[in-house]
């Protein structure tokens, strides 16, 4: 079984100014609710993957302390960084909402936003390295804090997988959206 979770609400969920997309943490309520996650995991992981933003360490860290004898391995599944992060840093989310929905809109796999920025054939990319790893552990217990956007990434590959990007782009803005420790049943 493998379960994906994304990380706690986050100050830049919150609304409050990003100054460094890898260092966000998380507020009282994000700490709340990977607590909550914590309990709702009920079988002993062989594995905890993390993802090596603050976020997702800070939203894991409830069930590592509650498993502490589990392997804890940090993989590739960070967020789906698709603008540039000059682009946004020093504003709230409000801000760069046009430039997110122009992206979409384009709709081309290959645009990258900047050299600090994944094309969406980039993330592809990198998830099927990490599904194609988690695929060799569905024999195991094994539990993902992520981000919003890499798990669709990840829920495309597993569902669409003969798509080609330009469809699989398309596909994924149809998907639903991936709420604060929501936790997905992947394998």
Same mark, same amino acid.
């Given at each position: 079984?493998?379960?994906?979770?994304?990380?706690?609400?986050?100050?830049? $969920?919150?609304?409050?100014?990003?100054?460094?997309?890898?260092?966000?943490? &998380?507020?009282?309520?994000?700490? %709340? %609710?990977? @607590?909550?996650?914590? &309990?709702?995991? $009920?079988?002993?992981?062989?594995?905890?993957?993390?993802?090596?933003?603050?976020?997702?360490?800070?939203?894991?860290?409830?069930?590592?302390?509650?498993? $502490?004898?589990?392997? *804890?391995?940090?993989?590739?599944?960070?967020?789906?960084?698709?603008?540039?992060?000059?682009?946004?840093?020093?504003?709230?989310?409000?801000?760069?909402k046009e430039k997110?929905?122009? @992206?979409?809109?384009?709709?081309?796999?290959?645009? %990258?936003?900047?050299?600090?920025?994944?094309?969406?054939?980039? *993330?592809?990319?990198?998830?099927?390295?990490? @599904?194609?790893? &988690?695929?060799?552990?569905?024999?195991?217990?094994?539990? *993902?804090?992520?981000h919003a956007q890499?798990?669709?990434?990840?829920?495309?590959?597993?569902? @669409?997988?003969?798509? $080609?990007?330009?469809?699989?782009?398309?596909?994924f803005t149809q998907?639903?959206?991936?709420?604060?420790?929501?936790?997905?049943?992947?394998?």
């Amino acid at each position: 079984m493998i379960l994906l979770i994304r990380h706690g609400e986050s100050l830049a $969920n919150a609304g409050s100014i990003v100054d460094n997309h890898i260092t966000i943490p &998380l507020t009282e309520k994000g700490y %709340q %609710q990977a @607590y909550k996650v914590s &309990l709702e995991i $009920n079988t002993k992981p062989d594995l905890i993957i993390t993802s090596a933003y603050t976020r997702a360490r800070e939203t894991a860290k409830y069930t590592i302390e509650k498993y $502490n004898d589990t392997k *804890v391995e940090i993989w590739p599944v960070q967020e789906f960084a698709y603008l540039n992060p000059a682009c946004y840093l020093g504003k709230h989310i409000e801000d760069i909402k046009e430039k997110v929905t122009d @992206y979409w809109n384009i709709l081309d796999p290959l645009y %990258q936003d900047g050299e600090n920025a994944e094309s969406f054939v980039m *993330v592809l990319k990198r998830a099927s390295f990490v @599904y194609q790893k &988690l695929l060799t552990l569905t024999d195991k217990t094994v539990v *993902v804090f992520s981000h919003a956007q890499f798990i669709k990434v990840l829920l495309l590959l597993r569902d @669409y997988n003969k798509c $080609n990007p330009i469809e699989m782009m398309a596909k994924f803005t149809q998907l639903p959206h991936i709420e604060n420790c929501e936790i997905v049943k992947y394998l």
